[in-house]
């Protein structure tokens, strides 16, 4: 059974940073996608970043320069460590993975979300000005 269990979200003032952690377990496949999503209230959820098993990396234009996405492979851990954060980056953020949803990347895409087949809970980061 394939679990994703977010966590390091919290409140913060704008300009602060939080950096969040994504642990995986029950996922095998050697190829595939994970991505950070977020969704604020009364909004659809959208792709924040994304990473493929070889590393290559897509992120969103809002985000790019303010936050890094990386992986512990021996921890099972996905991290997103996001800096100068802003008021707009308040939403609920999940974690997900995709095997099929990796060939996104090789587009320089972030896989939409139906594309994505398992998600975390969520963990909520709100940012205060």
């Known amino acids: 059974q394939v679990q994703l269990v977010e966590s390091g979200g919290g409140s913060v003032q704008a300009g602060g940073c939080l950096r969040l952690s994504c642990a995986v377990s029950g996922y095998t496949a050697s190829s595939y996608c994970m991505g950070w999503f977020r969704q604020a209230p009364g909004k659809e959820r959208e792709g924040v970043v994304a990473?493929?098993?070889?590393?290559?990396?897509v992120y969103a234009d809002s985000v790019k320069g303010r936050f890094t996405i990386s992986q512990d492979n021996a921890k099972n851990t996905l991290y997103l460590q996001m800096n100068s954060l802003r008021p707009e980056d308040t939403a609920m953020y999940y974690c997900?993975?995709?095997?099929?949803?990796?060939?996104?990347?090789?587009?320089?895409?972030?896989?939409?979300?139906?594309?994505?087949?398992?998600w975390g809970q969520g963990t909520q980061v709100t940012v205060s000005s």
């Open positions: 990473i493929d098993s070889d590393g290559k990396t």
């Open positions: 997900a993975a995709g095997a099929k949803a990796k060939w996104w990347l090789l587009i320089n895409r972030i896989p939409p979300p139906p594309n994505m087949d398992y």
